[in-house]
């Protein structure tokens, strides 16, 4: 196993930090003409996601992209987006292409199911992650900050003056968080470190959305992944089905940890007694670990750049923490502005930033027809900058989520983990996790940017930055 290289590190540069009282309009990608053909339209999709669609639709209720062979439609009318996702989400199921991309790594996960099996699967997996077994893992969460915090003091005592890439530490964090709350290993254990590798290599030739999510291929035509794409999600879910048989004869044996891996093992279907398999358990392990370890670093590696733009807003983090005992699960409910840091940053960077379901019968959306087959596509990357709802859409203020526009919002317009019976299973997990670990680096370091150094954000498995997020980490 090769470990992967880090983006390039930038020469030793003195940190800028804006002037007090300026806003902060953190970087946003640059959108594309309005009218390209589409074969250029589909060579920017393929480069990134994000800088592909043109600037209208951050004020558009509804926009139609139509071709040939299929027809796709991009809803950012908040009634819309509750029709999809709330009202009547079983007429409009994920769509079977969106698994184009991702079903190598996650198989027949509840991320990609639909229907009976998927009900059967939440059913199983919902009740792992209730209010009550948050206080029980809180602990494995508060011991993977802490290595945070240490390999971050480690790294500036060796090299006190350099940059770090902090995408790198976030993405490293988080899969401790992972490893420990799910099969009570920390990271450093030898096979949380390959798969850990090798989810960052996937996670970078890997878009949650390509070409095939919009572009219908018959069921018989081959997919086609990269040679390394297959190898990476062939050897992480060999890793994971070890790990999975390991905890199963551990639950036979009787001395199995009382984790997330042990209580989804071992939970029956309430309908039909039903334990989930070996191979049905590797598909709910690699979605895990994608939707707890990807967004959540994203997401944390945003919000300590948004927090560097902005040193007022780091300075309220760190007294916050240093008033209250983090190692206790009752600090958690009380980290508010860290809270509000974070909800920020995952209104800004989304870190999955489309969603893709399928009309399953003819629907009439702004009095447009919308066929059965059609793509309806959910953006929480244009949701949450839209100019005809939010107040400073591009702007990084944390405090208007205390304002009646924000609270408007967070209900209307605000879908980081979805939203509906479809709603992320981890949402509260990592509405922990994110504040809590931002929490503690904050009281332990300043974070300032760096000059010529500006992440340039991308969509590959999450929204991420094209070249890393680089900051200077100052010891408090």
């Not at 002037?19 to 589409?38: D, F």
Request: hydrophobic content about 40%; aromatic content about 8%; glycine content about 6%.
């Amino acid at each position: 196993m090769t470990d992967l290289p880090h983006p390039k590190r930038p020469p030793d540069s003195v940190p800028v930090t804006p002037a007090e009282g300026t806003p902060v309009i953190p970087p946003k990608p640059a959108s594309r003409a309005a009218k390209v053909s589409l074969w250029r339209y589909l060579r920017l999709f393929r480069a990134d996601l994000l800088s592909a669609q043109p600037a209208k639709l951050y004020r558009a209720w509804m926009a139609e992209f139509r071709t040939p062979v299929f027809r796709s439609f991009l809803v950012n009318q908040p009634d819309l987006v509750r029709t999809v996702l709330k009202d009547r989400p079983e007429l409009f199921p994920k769509s079977n292409r969106i698994g184009e991309g991702l079903r190598p790594l996650l198989g027949n996960s509840v991320f990609l199911t639909n229907g009976e099996v998927w009900k059967r699967q939440r059913r199983i997996i919902d009740p792992a992650f209730e209010g009550g077994r948050l206080r029980q893992i809180y602990p494995a969460m508060y011991a993977a900050a802490e290595a945070a915090v240490a390999r971050l003091s480690t790294q500036l005592e060796q090299q006190p003056d350099r940059p770090i890439e902090i995408e790198a530490e976030t993405s490293h964090a988080a899969a401790d968080v992972i490893f420990r709350t799910l099969f009570s290993i920390p990271i450093d254990h030898e096979t949380a470190q390959e798969v850990f590798h090798r989810f960052r290599a996937y996670q970078q030739g890997q878009p949650i959305l390509n070409l095939a999510a919009f572009v219908p291929l018959p069921r018989w035509l081959p997919r086609f992944h990269r040679p390394a794409t297959r190898r990476n999600a062939a050897r992480i879910r060999g890793l994971i089905k070890g790990l999975t048989e390991q905890r199963m004869a551990a639950i036979d044996a009787g001395h199995a940890p009382d984790d997330l891996a042990t209580k989804v093992m071992t939970m029956q279907d309430p309908e039909t007694g039903e334990l989930f398999t070996t191979d049905e358990m590797v598909d709910q392990v690699a979605i895990f670990f994608l939707a707890g370890h990807e967004t959540s670093a994203s997401a944390l590696a945003w919000a300590l750049y948004l927090v560097a733009l902005a040193p007022d807003w780091q300075e309220k983090i760190a007294a916050e923490a240093a008033a209250l005992s983090l190692d206790q699960f009752a600090a958690a409910g009380r980290l508010r502005i860290s809270r509000d840091v974070f909800r920020e940053a995952l209104r800004l960077y989304p870190p999955v930033p489309m969603m893709v379901r399928e009309a399953s019968c003819p629907q009439q959306f702004r009095g447009r027809a919308v066929p059965k087959g059609a793509q309806v596509v959910l953006s929480p990357w244009h949701l949450h900058r839209h100019e005809r709802l939010w107040e400073n859409p591009d702007g990084f203020d944390p405090g208007r989520w205390q304002t009646e526009n924000g609270k408007t919002c967070q209900r209307e317009a605000y879908i980081p983990f979805s939203a509906g019976p479809r709603v992320c299973t981890g949402a509260g997990f990592a509405m922990i996790e994110g504040p809590l670990i931002l929490s503690m680096i904050l009281e332990r370091f300043r974070v300032e940017p760096v000059a010529d150094q500006q992440p340039i954000p991308v969509a590959h498995l999450t929204v991420r930055s094209k070249n890393g997020i680089w900051l200077q980490l100052i010891p408090r």
